[in-house]
């Protein structure tokens, strides 16, 4: 844990630190740490948490026309200074396929997520005819909880106003989103977004477009894959919730996680390298973290701040 002058709070999540500085401003270092099932894995993965920071950084930079956010700058490669903001209890959750947890209710006979209507005669990855917002709660521990747009509204979780705001926000940034995604080949597929604000100003914070929070499907093959009613060809995290899986953990009580040996950590960090690339079009450049110097390029860059 690094010390920053100024600081008036610490919070260690499950793969970042963030650091709040009077007030005001986040330091937030995105860690190699990584979680499945809502477990910390025993070893961390090299150049996820860089992966992650620089990605999010690109498309927060790519969208910031749309809604203001809270990205100051990224002294490192893993690391972001931002504003504080008030944030708002709910997380945007926005489907433009029917995949993963909208799949899985479907798939049990109900046709309603989130108080969102879905109609019949759908297969599984196929596009809704215009995108859905299923919004969760915000939880600090455990699992989000799914919730509806008359909920959020009716308890006060959110303004009416503000709400219908974030809704707006959410359905921009995700045609942003999938924009981008099809000049790279890709499909988005669902994705989530985080709100803040500062006086009555709305804010996007956290991370973007990420494969940690969202999923991308290839273009390529996507209609004969569906035709034939295959597997469609993911870039995601899903692959180290598969991993975990086939060696028979879930998260559940009682259940040990597989040894990570070095293959296995040395083949994440590839796909994570591979998810880069593939996402932004660039090269990826390792950049090994010295924690000395790294704290002091972060205090630098912080007494630059008003």
Request: glycine share 8%.
């Amino acid at each position: 844990m690094m010390q920053f002058t100024g600081q008036t709070n610490f919070y260690k999540g499950k793969v970042r630190d963030v650091y709040t500085i009077n007030d005001k401003y986040m330091v937030m270092i995105v860690s190699d740490r990584i979680s499945a099932f809502d477990v910390v894995l025993p070893k961390p993965i090299p150049y996820k948490g860089q992966v992650l920071n620089q990605i999010a950084a690109q498309f927060l930079e790519a969208t910031k026309d749309i809604v203001p956010n809270w990205m100051i700058s990224t002294p490192l490669p893993n690391a972001t200074i931002g504003y504080k903001c008030e944030t708002y209890p709910v997380e945007m959750v926005v489907r433009g396929n029917l995949t993963g947890h909208a799949w899985r209710t479907y798939k049990s006979g109900k046709r309603e997520l989130c108080g969102v209507a879905m109609p019949d005669g759908m297969k599984e990855n196929d596009f809704f005819e215009k995108p859905i917002i299923t919004p969760t709660t915000k939880a600090h521990e455990g699992h989000d909880e799914d919730i509806s747009r008359e909920e959020i509204i009716s308890s006060g979780l959110v303004s009416k106003e503000e709400y219908e705001q974030l809704e707006k926000y959410t359905l921009a940034l995700f045609e942003r989103g999938k924009e981008i995604a099809k000049s790279r080949g890709l499909i988005l597929v669902d994705t989530k977004y985080e709100f803040g604000r500062i006086g009555d100003i709305i804010y996007l914070i956290d991370e973007i477009h990420t494969p940690d929070s969202s999923r991308y499907f290839y273009m390529e093959g996507y209609e004969e894959r569906q035709r034939k009613g295959e597997a469609q060809k993911q870039l995601s995290k899903e692959f180290v919730r598969e991993w975990l899986m086939e060696n028979g953990f879930q998260g559940k009580e009682g259940q040990q996680v597989p040894e990570m040996t070095e293959d296995v950590v040395g083949r994440i960090s590839e796909r994570y390298v591979e998810l880069y690339e593939v996402v932004t079009g660039k090269t990826f450049q390792k950049h090994d973290v010295n924690y000395a110097e790294q704290q002091a390029k972060l205090e630098a860059e912080l007494q630059k701040l008003p």
